[in-house]
T-cell receptor, first 115, second 110 residues
Framework: GAGVSQSPSNKVTEKGKDVELRCDPI?????LYWYRQSLGQGLEFLIY????????KSGLPSDRFSAERTGGSVSTLTIQRTQQEDSAVYLC?????????????FGPGTRLTVL | QKEVEQNSGPLSVPEGAIASLNCTYS??????FFWYRQYSGKSPELIMS????GDKEDGRFTAQLNKASQYVSLLIRDSQPSDSATYLC??????????FGKGNQVVVIP
């Protein structure tokens, strides 16, 4: 079946602008995660949604970052007043409930460049 | 101490040889361990998951877990040029998030 999809694949924006990144998880997956990967850095956890529970926002680096998940499926990560240090690849992953709930599958990512 | 450490530098192996990658983790309560492969410019791809002490084999890949020593390793047998990539070790904590190491680059030389 279809994997995790993300849009846009690339986004170039000017410093101070707001951006929205979209993630569509694998159908039936109840858990959705956002990570980011900066050049030369490891993957950094941002936020985690599980079903209808309150999201785990503990990885968000500042209050300029927010995310929502509508209808338990599609998620949008919003970065307000973007800064150059926000430039990174933003990766979304999803996982299912059940015995393989630990396995997270990644989308292709959105490469964000803040000029 | 970082949550997940992969300390080795780039690993160059001849085609057909065994590539060996190691990873240590700090949270003794961790129960789930994963190896992801990431080609340049691409997103991570899950290649192995391991939950119990010992070895788990899948094709040319073998994951090894030793919870007492808090390390997990990945062996790639009969290395192929298509195995050239960065390999990321990931450990799942109690909060369901994955903690990743910085990765090991593997270069398979034909």
């Amino acid at each position: 079946g279809a994997g995790v999809s993300q849009s846009p694949s690339n986004k170039v924006t000017e410093k101070g602008k707001d951006v929205e990144l979209r993630c569509d998880p694998i159908s039936g997956h109840t858990a959705l995660y956002w990570y980011r990967q900066s050049l030369g850095q490891g993957l950094e956890f941002l936020i985690y949604f599980q079903g209808n529970s309150a999201p785990d926002k503990s990885g968000l680096p500042s209050d300029r970052f927010s995310a929502e998940r509508t209808g338990g499926s599609v998620s949008t990560l919003t970065i307000q007043r973007t800064q150059q240090e926000d430039s990174a690849v933003y990766l979304c992953a999803s996982s299912s409930a059940g015995t393989r709930s630990n396995e997270q599958f990644f989308g292709p990512g959105t490469r964000l460049t803040v000029l | 101490q970082k949550e997940v450490e992969q300390n080795s530098g780039p690993l160059s192996v001849p085609e057909g040889a065994i590539a060996s990658l190691n990873c240590t983790y700090s949270d003794r309560g961790s129960q789930s361990f994963f190896w992801y492969r990431q080609y340049s410019g691409k997103s991570p791809e899950l290649i192995m998951s391991i939950y119990s002490n010992g070895d788990k084999e899948d094709g040319r890949f073998t994951a090894q877990l030793n919870k007492a020593s808090q390390y997990v390793s990945l062996l790639i047998r009969d290395s192929q040029p298509s195995d050239s990539a960065t390999y990321l070790c990931a450990v799942k904590g109690g909060n369901n998030r994955l903690a990743f190491g910085k990765g090991n680059q593997v270069v398979v030389i034909p």
